[in-house]
């Protein structure tokens, strides 16, 4: 079993910031890739950031320059800094992890709950 937390969404004002978090926990042997979706009403999810395990980062074009992703692998975690948010970044927040349980398995994709972000004066 593994499990994804989320942590740190809420209400935040035009040109304010926040910091997701997500942490996974339970039977993992290796975490590859880790990302961050979103999924607004009435739209699809999108992908927001990701990163693999080497470190390496990609962005969606609406979030370049404002959102930086980071993750400790120690703590099985990754987080999203969110900068200069704006009212069309208000979404459900979710984080993924690519993840193998145990060694020479298959990777599967792993989700948290979401988190809700709204960006409102």
């Known amino acids: 079993q593994v499990q994804l937390v989320e942590s740190g969404g809420g209400l935040v004002q035009p040109g304010g910031s926040l910091r997701l978090s997500c942490a996974a926990s339970?039977?993992?042997?290796?975490?590859?890739?880790m990302g961050w979706y979103r999924q607004a009403p009435g739209k699809q999810r999108e992908l927001v950031a990701t990163?693999?395990?080497?470190?390496?980062?990609n962005y969606a074009d609406s979030v370049k320059g404002r959102f930086t992703i980071s993750r400790d692998n120690a703590k099985n975690t990754v987080n999203l800094q969110m900068n200069s948010l704006k009212p069309e970044d208000t979404a459900v927040y979710y984080c993924?992890?690519?993840?193998?349980?145990?060694?020479?398995?298959?990777?599967?994709?792993?989700w948290g709950q979401g988190t809700q972000v709204t960006v409102s004066s």
């Open positions: 993924n992890h690519r993840i193998a349980t145990v060694r020479g398995a298959y990777a599967l994709d792993y």
């Open positions: 990163i693999t395990s080497g470190g390496f980062t």
């Open positions: 339970g039977s993992i042997f290796s975490i590859y890739d």
